[in-house]
């Protein structure tokens, strides 16, 4: 059996340990297409969040507590930056995380694909997938700020976008503006010019199930939709989704905050009906209801309490 996943963030990291157990009990194949859309540059390096946290989970190396980075990660880079005043200051890479970050820029710089490079490096974390991310391209999510919010000096000219003075890479949105600054909307920069990525295309059309991880659907999963040729791959095909909604908010992370800036209710029904044109099933939890025309609603415990927890999360979706 073939299983392709569309994941991002630590819950699609998390989603993944469990796919990833049931497809050893089973031999089954697994891919997982990874979101881009938060990659980011700074202090020169070229981050990769979604990718790596996935590659640190599945490899054993993530700070379980914290939720993302290494474990037994330090900080002395990070403070020897903030010493110089080296900016940015509110993004902070740990040294572990670094050599990482070193390797794959270093690699771009040589002028080899993303999608290489991250087979570069599971080769040191293992993971027990094949990770690709969803496009080689350059594709980045901004937050388009609202004409009342302010101008910051990073903001870039978004043209077009209802009037909207600039956007803001969604990193600073995230972590350094914690999403309370006015804005109006997000966009992925690069998405209508990139491709998929050499592997994708052929992980979903050999799929015999396409599985959509409980991640952000605004920024983890629809970046990778964004990419031109994906969204389409999907229609037709045996796709269950798994909603990142739990009782009428986010079992982690900020969906709830995205999906208000689109006028999107925080509801499992409402997060189903943005895949609507593609989901063959929709899984949600036990507690939840959900009305989505010519999708399968199924009801399951979402909580990803442990492993067991979540292969039977997994079960739930491929019995769909």
Same mark, same amino acid.
């Given at each position: 059996?073939?299983?392709?996943?569309?994941?991002?963030?630590?819950?699609?990291?998390?989603?993944?340990?469990?796919?990833?157990?049931?497809?050893?009990?089973?031999?089954?194949?697994?891919?997982?297409?990874?979101?881009?859309?938060?990659?980011?540059?700074?202090?020169?390096?070229?981050? #990769?969040?979604?990718?790596?946290?996935?590659?640190?989970?599945?490899? +054993?190396?993530?700070?379980?507590?914290?939720?993302?980075?290494?474990?037994?990660?330090?900080?002395?880079?990070?403070?020897?930056?903030?010493?110089?005043?080296?900016?940015?200051?509110?993004?902070?890479?740990?040294?572990?995380?670094?050599?990482?970050?070193?390797?794959?820029?270093?690699?771009?710089?040589?002028?080899? $694909?993303?999608?290489? !490079?991250?087979?570069?490096? #599971?080769?040191?974390?293992?993971?027990?997938?094949?990770?690709?991310?969803?496009?080689?391209?350059?594709?980045?999510?901004?937050?388009?700020?609202?004409?009342?919010?302010?101008?910051?000096?990073?903001?870039?000219?978004?043209?077009?976008?209802? +009037?909207?003075?600039? &956007? !803001?890479?969604?990193?600073?949105?995230?972590?350094?503006?914690?999403?309370? !600054?006015?804005?109006?909307?997000?966009?992925?920069?690069? &998405?209508?010019?990139?491709?998929?990525?050499? +592997?994708?295309?052929?992980?979903?059309?050999? %799929?015999?199930?396409?599985?959509?991880?409980?991640?952000?659907?605004?920024?983890?999963?629809?970046?990778?939709?964004?990419?031109?040729?994906?969204?389409? &791959?999907?229609?037709?095909?045996?796709?269950?989704?798994?909603?990142?909604?739990?009782?009428?908010? $986010?079992?982690? +992370?900020? %969906?709830?905050? #995205?999906?208000?800036?689109?006028?999107?209710?925080?509801?499992?029904?409402?997060?189903?009906?943005?895949?609507?044109?593609?989901?063959?099933?929709?899984?949600?939890?036990?507690?939840?209801?959900?009305?989505?025309?010519?999708?399968?609603?199924?009801? &399951? $415990?979402?909580?990803?309490?442990?492993?067991?927890?979540?292969? %039977?999360?997994?079960?739930?979706?491929?019995? #769909?």
């Amino acid at each position: 059996m073939r299983i392709a996943v569309l994941a991002g963030g630590i819950g699609g990291a998390r989603f993944l340990l469990g796919v990833r157990a049931w497809a050893r009990a089973h031999d089954a194949e697994v891919t997982a297409i990874v979101n881009v859309g938060d990659d980011v540059t700074m202090h020169g390096l070229r981050i #990769c969040p979604d990718l790596d946290s996935i590659m640190y989970t599945l490899g +054993g190396g993530s700070d379980t507590e914290r939720g993302w980075g290494r474990a037994g990660e330090s900080w002395t880079v990070k403070e020897e930056l903030a010493k110089y005043g080296a900016e940015p200051t509110w993004f902070g890479l740990g040294d572990k995380d670094i050599a990482t970050h070193l390797v794959r820029t270093r690699q771009l710089s040589a002028g080899l $694909p993303l999608s290489e !490079i991250t087979r570069n490096l #599971c080769e040191r974390w293992q993971p027990g997938i094949t990770l690709l991310p969803a496009t080689d391209n350059k594709l980045e999510t901004h937050a388009v700020l609202a004409p009342s919010g302010p101008l910051e000096p990073s903001a870039k000219d978004v043209s077009g976008a209802r +009037g909207a003075q600039g &956007a !803001i890479h969604f990193q600073e949105w995230w972590i350094r503006y914690r999403a309370e !600054i006015p804005t109006e909307t997000f966009v992925f920069l690069g &998405a209508a010019e990139s491709r998929p990525a050499p +592997g994708v295309l052929e992980a979903l059309e050999s %799929a015999d199930v396409i599985l959509v991880a409980p991640s952000n659907p605004v920024v983890s999963i629809a970046p990778i939709l964004a990419v031109p040729g994906l969204r389409a &791959a999907l229609v037709g095909r045996r796709v269950v989704g798994v909603s990142p909604i739990i009782g009428g908010a $986010p079992v982690r +992370g900020m %969906a709830d905050r #995205c999906l208000a800036v689109l006028g999107v209710p925080v509801t499992a029904e409402a997060v189903g009906a943005l895949y609507a044109d593609f989901l063959t099933a929709w899984l949600v939890d036990s507690g939840d209801t959900a009305e989505i025309d010519g999708v399968k609603v199924v009801r &399951a $415990p979402l909580w990803m309490t442990d492993e067991a927890a979540t292969v %039977a999360m997994v079960e739930a979706a491929l019995a #769909c």
